[in-house]
């Protein structure tokens, strides 16, 4: 473990910038957080800032700072993931996907394709972007199903989450994906840097052991240790959150049975960060049994024992001007980069 720890840290030195390029953030330097998440009342992103990890608070007045139909094939967004790349750029990734397009009257059908064929909330695609400010976005729109014959088929590309394999020095992405209406399984494939193309066809990263039973909504957490925690949500009665544990971010991975998250009606999107500075993580994750939608939250110090935190506006995290999000993911910021996007955007409070 510590030998594959040191390997890991040699890599990430590789990929930081030389000197005279930009300086890039470390984690002593950041003092806030930005949550991204979608709702289902107009499929656009929405983004929230945090200063403690705990207190939220919503950016444009809990109005999508991106719409869906100007971003999306589908017209639409759903599942966004931020991630913070080791050279300080960040990446979003979201699933084009519209799940109430007829009603809204950007198509004339249910679903994008028959459902009887390629089953419910079916799509191709995903729309990647990029940026340095958190402002200003490159965009590209995937359609996997233009990536090789036998992908012609595809049933969904679901809740897409971007990582840096240090072992390859490569920017990755991972999803879930079904051929048809067959057993969804989690894939991952290679990026290029500009995050507009995929440099390799789609290959399986986990399939849940127990036969008959699914994994969806993958999330990859690496803790100094050397492990690599891949928390999915397992569709094994009722959905719930479980984790695989491996020393590489593409496995193999050893299945864990027990359930990490306290939500008996179900839950998916599970979403792991790292409280700064501290060695706690806080697992998220979408209730979307409840009505109205809220997110539940567990705390671990070493991904085998995890506290109910509860849920938002029921325990120790509070939301000051949304509601009804779903499918969050968090990254870190310095104070500056919050302030910075509190004034472009509004709604937010200088502290």
């Known amino acids: 473990m510590i030998k594959q720890a040191l390997l890991l840290m040699a890599a990430v030195l590789a990929v930081l910038p030389a000197a005279g390029k930009k300086r890039v953030p470390k984690e002593k330097d950041m003092g806030a957080y930005l949550m991204v998440y979608?709702?289902?009342?107009?499929?656009?992103?929405?983004?929230?800032i945090s200063y403690d990890?705990?207190?939220?608070?919503?950016?444009n007045g809990d109005r999508p700072v991106m719409a869906g139909d100007t971003i999306a094939m589908q017209k639409g967004i759903r599942d966004p993931h931020i991630f913070r790349a080791?050279?300080?750029?960040?990446?979003?990734a979201m699933t084009d996907l519209h799940i109430y397009a007829q009603k809204a009257g950007y198509r004339d059908?249910?679903?994008?394709?028959?459902?009887k064929l390629f089953g419910w909330g079916n799509n191709k695609g995903l729309v990647l972007m990029k940026s340095d400010d958190l402002i200003h976005w490159s965009r590209a729109n995937i359609d996997f199903s233009q990536m090789a014959p036998d992908l012609h088929d595809i049933g969904c590309v679901w809740a897409p989450e971007t990582?840096?394999?240090?072992?390859?020095?490569?920017?990755?992405?991972?999803?879930?994906?079904?051929?048809?209406?067959?057993?969804?399984?989690?894939?991952?494939?290679?990026?290029?840097?500009?995050?507009?193309?995929?440099?390799?066809?789609?290959?399986?990263?986990?399939?849940?052991?127990?036969?008959?039973?699914?994994?969806?909504?993958?999330?990859?957490c690496y803790t100094p240790d050397g492990t690599y925690h891949l928390m999915y949500c397992s569709h094994d009665g009722t959905a719930g959150i479980k984790q695989a544990t491996g020393t590489s971010i593409t496995g193999p991975w050893t299945y864990i049975d027990d359930y990490c998250d306290f939500e008996k009606p179900g839950c998916e999107a599970p979403h792991v960060f790292k409280l700064i500075g501290e060695q706690r993580w806080i697992l998220m994750y979408d209730c979307y049994r409840r009505n109205p939608h809220n997110f539940g939250f567990a705390e671990t110090s070493d991904f085998k024992a995890f506290k109910d935190l509860g849920h938002f506006d029921s325990g120790v995290m509070k939301r000051t001007n949304f509601s009804e999000q779903k499918h969050g993911a968090v990254c870190w910021?310095?104070?500056?980069?919050?302030?910075?996007?509190?004034?472009?955007?509004?709604?937010?409070?200088?502290r």
């Open 86 to 92: 080791p050279n300080g750029t960040f990446y979003l």
């Open 53 to 59: 990890g705990f207190n939220w608070t919503s950016l």
């Open 163 to 220: 990582a840096w394999d240090y072992q390859k020095n490569k920017l990755m992405i991972y999803y879930t994906m079904r051929h048809g209406v067959k057993m969804c399984k989690l894939y991952y494939s290679y990026v290029n840097d500009e995050f507009n193309a995929v440099e390799t066809l789609p290959e399986v990263l986990f399939t849940y052991p127990k036969e008959g039973k699914e994994a969806i909504d993958g999330d990859i």
């Open 109 to 115: 059908t249910e679903w994008e394709r028959d459902g």
């Open 333 to 350: 910021l310095t104070k500056k980069e919050a302030r910075r996007l509190e004034k472009h955007w509004g709604n937010g409070k200088r």
């Open 38 to 48: 979608h709702k289902d009342a107009d499929h656009g992103l929405h983004m929230a």
